[in-house]
T-cell receptor, first 109, second 111 residues
């Protein structure tokens, strides 16, 4: 059974702080890693994907991947109230995406 | 939502009725995934289709659920004899290279 684990939260951070979202996965052969943001009542929206170990930055977002530890994270710098949402980690290995249950982030103004 | 279209956006059915959910992928895309999301739960894969082919249906219940993606027209997820436990948001996703883009979803409520 391929699993993706995330802390359900809520994770509360003050406006302007760094939010750190973490995800672990069980399938060591996983090759592609995705972070989606989902606002309440809306569909998932792709934020970033990462394939290689290390960091990948896109604006205020940084994805970090450590395949040896089977760990992927998302950092959000200068968090804004509009970042408040559920963040879904998804993992793929020649199969459909396997999603975690998501971490609910609340950015307090 | 990158051009993926789903309809209806909201669907109400009574127990025992049939539900038909439609998905049109992004223009030029021929691969569609269907997912179900229960309240406070993550997305669960149901079925992966290519035009006129079911590639992977390992996540779909064996009974009452079926899916198709004809040569012409949208992909259809069909739920027969709906029960209250089928109430959920159903999302389809269109595949571009290695990345899936989601439609707005259909929220099914079974009374």
């Amino acid at each position: 059974q391929k699993e993706v684990e995330q802390n359900s939260g809520p994770l509360s951070v003050p406006e302007g702080a760094i939010a750190s979202l973490n995800c672990t996965y069980s399938d060591r052969g996983s090759q592609s890693f995705f972070w989606y943001r989902q606002y309440s009542g809306k569909s998932p929206e792709l934020i970033m994907f990462i394939y290689s170990n290390g960091d990948k930055e896109d604006g205020r977002f940084t994805a970090q991947l450590n395949k040896a530890s089977q760990y992927v994270s998302l950092l959000i710098r200068d968090s804004q109230p509009s970042d408040s949402a559920t963040y879904l980690c998804a993992v793929k290995n020649n199969t459909p995406l396997v999603f975690g249950k998501g971490t609910r982030l609340s950015v307090i103004a | 939502n990158a051009g993926v279209m789903q309809n209806p956006r909201h669907l109400v059915r009574r127990r025992g009725q049939e539900a038909r959910l439609r998905c049109s992928p992004m223009k030029g895309h021929s691969h569609v995934y269907w997912y179900r999301q229960l309240p406070e739960e993550g997305l669960k894969f149901m079925v992966y289709l290519q035009k006129e082919n079911i590639i992977d249906e390992s996540g779909m219940p064996k009974e009452r659920f079926s899916a198709e993606f004809p040569k012409e027209g949208p992909s259809i997820l069909r739920i027969q004899q709906v029960v209250r436990g089928d109430s959920a948001a159903y999302f389809c996703a269109s595949l571009s290279t290695d990345t899936q883009y989601f439609g707005p979803g259909t929220r099914l409520t079974v009374l």
